[in-house]
């Protein structure tokens, strides 16, 4: 009998603790519930305002400067679409943190609060990417208008884009705290081997083949030169032909005959004699 009567009494209480424990959980799984609905709805009305202030604000300009509009041509979304929506569900991270937190300390809410941390670095390190394009854009656009005439300047404008866009890629990873360890001793010994190449190379064995190329480029590059200074006084001698009045012209009266070529009638020394 004492036996049956412990058991009873460890049922029971066990119940009791089961009903406690779901009579506790309903009031926070409301307010979750509460907190998504009430954050989804915030979510959706900051990406509508923000959508209509960055267009009004020219961001689709800058995204043509960039070059983004070129490559979302095919999206769904156009750059602005695409920062609204990040925001959108950047917004959304931070309102499932809260709701999650109803719920006290739990490893969702931490990885949660993990990924809302990074967040804005990510959105910095977008931010470098798409500037550093389009002054890669604006300085390849500039230096391929100043060499139109030179053979080379294609390149010398490729050579500098693709220059910059390294510099900013190598900016927004560092700021976003990606891969660290593998840009920045890659950089590193890059830049090194380079160095490396020219000091032995140039300084040492190459000396001569260098002399030759360095030779050849710059008589090269003198031709060039020479050739858009003569573009450009043809051109201006043209301008200045096309622009000079024409002389007038006297008509002869009725029975006389015309003065040649190279005699002014209003001239006394002039007169044939």
Not at 20 to 41: C, R, T
Not at 197 to 213: D, N
């Amino acid at each position: 009998m004492a036996q049956q009567l412990a058991l009873s009494v460890d049922f029971g209480s066990g119940f009791t603790d089961a009903w406690s424990k779901i009579a506790k959980f309903i009031p926070q799984f409301i307010a979750f519930l509460a907190i998504l609905v009430i954050g989804w709805i915030v979510a959706k009305a900051i990406a509508k305002v923000l959508d209509r202030v960055l267009r009004k604000v020219g961001s689709e300009r800058v995204a043509e400067r960039a070059g983004m509009a070129r490559h979302l041509s095919g999206s769904n979304y156009d750059m602005t679409g695409i920062i609204c929506k990040i925001v959108y569900y950047a917004i959304l991270l931070m309102v499932l943190q809260l709701a999650f937190g109803v719920f006290g300390p739990n490893p969702i809410s931490v990885m949660i609060h993990s990924i809302v941390a990074w967040l804005p670095r990510g959105i910095v390190a977008v931010a470098i990417v798409v500037v550093a394009m389009a002054i890669a854009n604006g300085v390849r656009d500039i230096v391929r208008n100043a060499l139109a005439g030179a053979s080379y300047g294609r390149t010398v404008a490729t050579i500098a884009w693709a220059f910059i866009v390294a510099l900013g890629v190598i900016a927004a990873l560092g700021q976003a705290g990606i891969a660290t360890a593998i840009t920045g001793p890659v950089l590193i010994a890059v830049l090194a081997t380079i160095a490396g190449v020219l000091v032995v190379g140039v300084g040492g064995g190459l000396i001569l083949p260098m002399r030759q190329r360095w030779e050849r480029w710059l008589g090269h590059a003198e031709q060039e030169s020479a050739k858009l200074r003569g573009n450009a006084y043809q051109a201006g001698r043209a301008d200045v032909l096309a622009n000079q009045p024409a002389r007038p012209t006297t008509q002869a009266a009725p029975g006389t005959t015309p003065p040649p070529p190279g005699i002014d009638p209003g001239r006394p020394g002039d007169q044939p004699s």
